[in-house]
């Protein structure tokens, strides 16, 4: 038995192709079936990685009963969140206005028209823990659409207008350093001071939010925000949620101390704190920041790459159908692997005991510094795990994610002066630019470019030109840029989706950093750099626009806003614009006294096929060149002369 999701390339929907719902993926065809048919259509919206949207299959979508109420009601479309986020924003946003919550898998009811009227998450398959069943769910809407169409359309009305709504950012205001110390205190009085974080359980990972409290700290000296960050991120790396033998961290602590991990791992949150960790070694110098960024980007490179140097998308949570059943152990599957010595040592450090510490089980977490090397310990086990049912892995290389991914790596090139990963960048990037089809980026497939992927992989490659001082990819990011100001831009921001994008129930606007950074975020970000690298205005004048349309909402929202607001403390102060010349030793020791350092805020030009730009105009060779604003220090090629004049 299969549906139409088999002829699809996404993973998720090829889960679902042999399910006997009449599944169809989002397109006309399915559009105009439910508007011929006057039928409601029901829209389920997943991504494969998602624990419960695998349940929600295997109780209800593989029912043959269920799939008898849903073929013979609605018309049903499946689709993948990953591949299609404009879909997803649409429909987040109205299944929070309507449930107050959201989340995958996400259950939308709409009219032929796509407007939803009814909403939910996980349903479970008959009535449980105060939910209802959801064959109750589908008989109730079906008769609702049946008998009382006029009043579903209204509510869907309202609905649509609500959302058209949340797009008003309300009107402008200046970008100010006191605003911006402001928002840091509001969100540090959420601090969780026993285990680091925001707020209580569940707890994800706040990367975007501690880079931001990172650049005031450095800008302010301000020593409470500096323990809020070093104390979290040292909980977090320490903690279950972070994969302590393989690297890379999961999505999310169900607990308020970083323990038991919802077990996915995520591309974007990877990329993310692979960023913020190479940061915070730059700033503290801290060794337990490097090792986890190593952690993480060793982890990409050995599990997340494909032959063609892009990134893969996420590993599900389950194997063998159960969750997080690949990263458990017991005390006595580790004392047979490492000895009953090195056995103990190990399991006292790492929290294994006989009873274990989740469900009879052991998540590996730190329950101190570690005071001796477990590296040789911890490949041990790697070994044995590796021969394990793996978790899936969804193959789906998104451009957008791989931006995020390529800018994480480009800066730990820069901080650890690491050729590797100079390699993985050029690799990467050069696949990216692949993607490009006459000046247009395709996201996956024949998928075309949101605002995300546009903004991410032109971030990306502005930073792997700094990583590798290839022109071409500092030419292929302004030529994006290009695109997202002819067709995304609004009057306050960006939208998601270019102009001549299919119409949709609303042309969506992310404004929020939620899990990722909102393409707006990242295109002030990418237009803030190639303002100084190109000397051209109009790319600041849109950032600041932008900005200064959005800055009243991180007053009042700062927690949501936290890689807009690091880009707008960019903004509000005087970036750092550097130029290396020259291609010796001497050179490449500039270049590593200037990766190597905190600088928040900055851009870097060097290599000889940048001598066009206006940084490097009239340079001497062998020489590192300070500068604010076009105003220059003096040139020196002594690497601890340029480290002075940098902090």
């Known amino acids: 038995m299969t549906n139409r999701l088999a002829h699809e390339v996404s ?10 719902v009449d599944w169809y993926p989002w397109g006309e065809e399915a559009l105009a079936k439910a508007r011929a048919e006057d039928r409601p259509i029901f829209l389920s919206i997943g991504y494969s990685a998602c624990h419960w949207c695998h349940v929600m299959e295997r109780e209800s979508f593989e029912d043959e009963s269920v799939a008898g109420i849903l073929n013979e009601h609605f018309v049903s479309i499946k689709v993948d969140r990953e591949e299609r986020p404009d879909i997803d924003s ?17 259950s939308m009811f709409l009219t032929p028209e796509g407007a939803p009227f009814y909403a939910g998450t996980y349903f479970p398959p008959e009535d449980r823990h105060g939910m209802p069943g959801f064959k109750r769910v589908l008989l109730h809407v079906a008769e609702a659409y049946r008998s009382r169409k006029e009043d579903v359309r209204q509510a869907a009305d309202e609905v649509r207008n609500a959302i058209a709504r949340q797009l008003d950012t309300g009107g402008g205001a200046a970008i100010e350093h006191r605003a911006l110390d402001s928002a840091a205190m509001r969100i540090a009085q959420t601090y969780d001071r026993v285990n680091g974080g925001f707020g209580s359980a569940p707890k994800f990972p706040p990367s975007m939010t501690l880079d931001f409290l990172m650049q005031v700290a450095w800008r302010t000296n301000d020593r409470t925000l500096e323990e809020i960050i070093t ?6 790396a320490r903690g279950g949620m972070y994969d302590q033998i393989g690297g890379g961290f999961h999505r999310y602590s169900v607990d308020e101390r970083w323990l038991v991990p919802h077990f996915e791992k995520m591309l974007y949150d990877n990329a993310l704190l692979a960023r913020l960790y190479t940061r915070a070694w730059q700033w503290k110098r801290d060794p337990e920041s490097a090792r986890i960024a190593h952690e993480i980007l060793g982890w990409v490179q050995r599990e997340m790459t494909s032959p063609e140097g892009g990134f893969y998308a996420t590993l599900d949570a389950d194997s063998e159908g159960e969750e997080g059943k690949f990263y458990v152990w017991s005390r006595r599957e580790v004392i047979d692997v490492l000895g009953a010595d090195d056995g103990r040592v190990f399991c006292d450090l790492y929290d294994i005991t006989e009873g274990g510490n989740w469900e009879g089980h052991n998540i590996l977490n730190l329950t101190r510094a570690p005071d001796t090397d ?12 590796a021969k394990r049912v793996w978790p899936g892995r969804d193959e789906k290389i998104l451009a957008g994610w791989n931006g995020w991914m390529l800018a994480a790596f480009a800066e730990a090139a820069m901080a650890f002066d690491r050729d590797d990963y100079r390699d993985v960048c050029r690799r990467n990037a050069d696949f990216l630019l692949t993607r490009i089809k006459d000046g247009r980026l395709v996201r996956h497939h024949t998928i075309n470019g949101l605002l995300e992927d546009y903004a991410g992989v032109a971030w990306g490659l502005t930073l792997a030109y700094e990583a590798t001082h290839e022109r071409r990819y500092l030419d292929a990011a302004r030529g994006l840029v290009e695109q997202i100001l002819e067709r995304f831009s609004d009057d306050a921001g960006f939208f998601d989706t270019p102009v001549d994008h299919e119409p949709l129930l609303t042309r969506p606007k992310d404004l929020f950093d939620n899990a990722t950074p909102s ?14 690298l190109y000397g051209e205005p109009r790319y600041a004048d849109a950032a600041t626009k932008t900005l200064e349309a959005l800055f009243p909402l991180t007053q009042r929202y700062p927690s949501g806003f936290g890689f807009l607001l690091g880009v707008a403390e960019w903004r509000a102060g005087a ?12 050179f490449r020791a500039l270049r590593r006294a200037a990766g190597e350092t905190y600088l928040p805020h900055r851009v870097i030009v060097a290599g000889e096929g940048s001598a066009d730009l206006p940084l490097m105009q009239n340079r001497d060779p062998d020489r590192a060149y300070v500068c604010e604003a076009y105003a220059c220090l003096e040139p020196t090629s002594d690497p601890e002369r340029l480290r002075a004049l940098l902090r």
Do not use: F
């Not at 649409?90 to 996400?106: D, E, F, K, L, S």
């Not at 614009?577 to 020259?582: K, M, R």
């Open 11 to 20: 993973p998720y929907l090829q889960q679902h192709a042999h399910n006997p």
């Open 90 to 106: 649409i429909y987040m946003t109205a299944v929070q206005m309507m449930t107050g919550h959201g989340g995958w898998p996400m």
């Open 231 to 236: 104390t979290t991120l040292t909980k977090m």
């Open 374 to 385: 477990t590296a040789h310990s911890k490949s041990k086990l790697y070994e044995i795990r």
């Open 519 to 532: 393409g707006n975020s990242l295109a002030c970000d990418v237009l803030l750099r190639l303002a100084i």
């Open 575 to 586: 970036p750092k614009e550097i130029a290396i010349t020259g291609s010796g030793e001497t």
